[in-house]
């Protein structure tokens, strides 16, 4: 069993700080996914990172994909409130029997104004 | 242009019995994936199918649950029986290759 382990769990900060979110696993992935999902919604992507050492920006959100392939992070500069919401990373590993993604436990921001 | 259409969005059902949650995939994405997620704790890949096929099912429990993917109409899950630990929220995704997917709203399944 393939596991990714997010972290922080939850964090709480104010408007204008930046932040760090981490993603990290012993297991190689052919690619990773980033979500968020507000409550009672599905998860949205943001983005997905496939070559090792990637890195992509979107706006205020840096996502990075390790050298290895095991760990990625997603940076926010200039936090808003409206980021607000659980942000999930999903592993994709491409197997014979399809994609299936091994999603973490997810890291809950709120970003008080 | 509508996105991955599930229902119901809530569904209350007592105890023994059955369940049918229903998911229309984004036009032209041929794969269909059921996740659920229970209270406090991240997505679980439950099942992957193709049209008619079941490609991986490695994530579903052996008993009462069951899922389709008819050459026309929805995918549907299936949970016979159903009991107080089925409760949870139930999501499907689908996409046209294997990177990207789209989720539904997802149907919350309260068992009573």
Excluded at chain 2, 42 to 55: D, P, R, S, T
Excluded at chain 2, 90 to 109: E, I, K, P, Q, W
Aim: some cysteine.
């Amino acid at each position: 069993t393939q596991l990714l382990e997010q972290s922080p769990q939850f964090l709480s900060i104010q408007e204008g700080e930046n932040l760090t979110v981490y993603c990290n696993s012993s297991s190689v992935f052919s690619s990773l996914q980033w979500y968020r999902q507000e409550p009672g919604e599905g998860p949205v992507l943001l983005v997905t990172v496939v070559t090792g050492g990637e890195v992509k920006k979107l706006k205020r959100l840096t996502f990075q994909f390790g050298d290895a392939r095991k760990d990625s992070s997603l940076h926010i500069t200039a936090a808003q409130p409206g980021d607000t919401g659980l942000y999930l990373c999903a592993g994709d590993r491409q197997g014979t029997s399809g994609s299936r993604l091994t999603f973490g436990e997810g890291t809950q921001l709120t970003v008080n104004p | 242009n509508a996105g991955v259409m599930q229902n119901p969005r809530h569904l209350v059902r007592r105890r023994g019995q059955e369940a049918r949650l229903r998911c229309s995939p984004m036009k032209g994405h041929s794969h269909v994936y059921w996740y659920r997620q229970l209270p406090e704790e991240g997505l679980k890949f439950m099942v992957y199918l193709q049209k008619e096929n079941i490609i991986d099912e490695s994530g579903m429990p052996k008993e009462r649950f069951s899922a389709e993917f008819p050459k026309e109409g929805p995918s549907i899950l299936r949970i016979q029986q159903v009991v107080r630990g089925d409760s949870a929220a139930y999501f499907c995704a689908s996409s046209r290759t294997d990177y990207g997917y789209t989720f539904g709203s997802g149907t919350r399944l309260t068992v009573v």
